[in-house]
């Protein structure tokens, strides 16, 4: 049903795209100096794009994958800005005129130049080895022909003058239009998100909103400043407005890289545990991310998943302080003050790290009572209760007994909501091979408050 949905969604930007080009051909190219200015425009931002690391979350989920987890191998994720393209394929969509004289293009023809544009640049993607980014180009083909077709026969009509005129109302009126496509751009991401992965739809719009408020209204402003410059100058005008988004865009990259890199540390750190042999192989990173994997299914936000991503993977840093090691590397058999003590050892760890304070504290109170913890730490004592009690095996007794236990500790050990989530994940990677459907437990009701001890301060 899912993957129908998603099909759906391609399926119509493709058709779409076809009519564009077909008539695009059959009529030929209407003022072809401004399609090729913005075509190339539109061709050099594709091709500096490039694919943002997913937000946390988007982990592969260890235990369902035979592959072995790679920190940097995630699927590609929704938010693959390229603010110039995206700039100058809305800027297009909204030209009106070119140095004071009408444009003709019209809808259809807006369609083609940003579609054969954008496959130019995603073709060299391609050769690269990124990926074809379907998703992201049906995005680019639907949220461009909204802004079009309502914007392109209103003003070739004249209605648009009539109502708003041409001074700062018009200015008003296209950056209303653009934040209506990008509010139905982050929708129609939230959606094809949701339909692949099937993770809950309103935590991953909640995502696509707050991530307007940064990149998305430079792009909405640039896009409007280049539809009017172009009005007025020309289209020197548009290299003269690219050059700043074009720099945001290098400075996304370098942004990009050095949270990968910083990801692949904390990453690497967490391996001390296994190559000292206090933990078995591979146990950290399957506690990460069966904890991410469960924190989407509570509708965490990213920022919420970054803070547990790091925590899972840190959480048996700990382990390091000891003289003797944990037999197996098991924390969850232990008695309760030798854990904690354990998890209070992990959190010095942590802060010596220079991680932020939030995952230090989720550290050193993964062993508390559940009652006492912050949502956080509950999801990470769970995830590692339940993979030390499945013990790396994969049979399907064992991690229904695993479940089992992990139910009969929910009067003081474990959150019954996050045992119920962890078994949904777990069973959702059986039913997608079923073919069956699942029925999300039904979550409890958090107040500010509960929501304000997600992520507690540092204490003291």
Same mark, same amino acid.
């Given at each position: 049903m899912r993957a129908w949905g998603a099909w759906t969604v391609r399926a119509a930007a493709a058709a779409l795209t076809v009519v564009a080009l077909g008539h695009t051909l059959w009529n030929g190219v209407t003022e072809p100096g401004a399609a090729l200015s913005f075509g190339i425009l539109i061709t050099i931002g594709e091709l500096a794009r490039r694919d943002s690391r997913a937000p946390a979350g988007y982990l592969r989920a260890g235990p369902f994958h035979?592959?072995?987890?790679?920190p940097g191998s995630f699927h590609p994720g929704d938010r693959q800005p390229a603010p110039l393209g995206s700039a100058a394929a809305l800027a297009y969509a909204l030209l009106g005129?070119?140095?004071?004289?009408p444009t003709h293009h019209g809808v259809l023809q807006t369609v083609a130049v940003v579609v054969a544009a954008a496959l130019a640049g995603i073709a060299v993607q391609v050769v690269r080895g990124h990926g074809p980014a379907v998703d992201h180009a049906a995005r680019r083909v639907l949220t461009v022909s909204f802004a079009a077709a309502c914007f392109q026969p209103l003003y070739?009509? +004249?209605?648009?003058a009539q109502t708003v005129g041409l001074g700062p109302y018009l200015v008003l009126f296209l950056l209303f239009l653009l934040g209506l496509t990008a509010l139905c751009d982050a929708v129609l991401a939230a959606a094809l998100a949701g339909l692949r992965t099937g993770w809950p739809y309103g935590p991953l719009l909640r995502d696509e909103l707050r991530a307007l408020l940064g990149i998305g209204s430079a792009v909405c402003a640039t896009g409007v400043v280049m539809a009017l410059g172009v009005a007025v100058a020309g289209l020197w005008a548009l290299p003269v407005l690219s050059v700043p988004l074009l720099?945001?865009?290098?400075s996304f990259r370098r942004i990009g890289a050095i949270r990968t890199t910083y990801r692949q540390t904390i990453t690497s750190l967490a391996r001390a545990t296994?190559?000292? +042999?206090y933990t078995r192989p591979g146990h950290a990173r399957r506690v990460a991310a069966l904890s991410c994997a469960v924190g989407r299914e509570l509708g965490l936000s990213e920022r919420e998943l970054t803070v547990l991503e790091y925590a899972a993977l840190m959480h048996d840093i700990g382990q390091l302080s000891l003289v003797d090691p944990v037999p197996a590397g098991a924390t969850a058999p232990l008695p309760p003050a030798e854990a904690r003590r354990i998890a209070a050892l992990g959190g010095e760890v942590a802060r010596q790290t220079g991680v932020p304070a939030e995952v230090a504290v989720?550290?050193?109170r993964q062993a508390d009572p559940y009652r006492d913890q912050p949502v956080l730490a509950r999801i990470v004592r769970t995830a590692n209760a339940y993979d030390d009690l499945v013990g790396g095996a994969r049979h399907p007794g064992g991690s229904l007994a695993a479940l089992e236990q992990l139910r009969l500790g929910t009067g003081h050990d474990h959150h019954p909501e996050v045992v119920e989530c962890l078994a949904y994940?777990?069973?959702?990677?059986?039913?997608r091979r079923d073919g069956a459907r699942l029925e999300r437990p039904k979550r409890e009701a958090r107040g500010r408050g509960e929501r304000a001890r997600v992520v507690p301060g540092r204490p003291g």
């Open positions: 035979a592959g072995p987890f790679h005129q070119n140095a004071g004289r070739n009509s +004249g209605r648009l720099l945001t865009q290098m296994e190559i000292a +042999g989720v550290v050193e994940v777990l069973r959702r990677n059986s039913s």
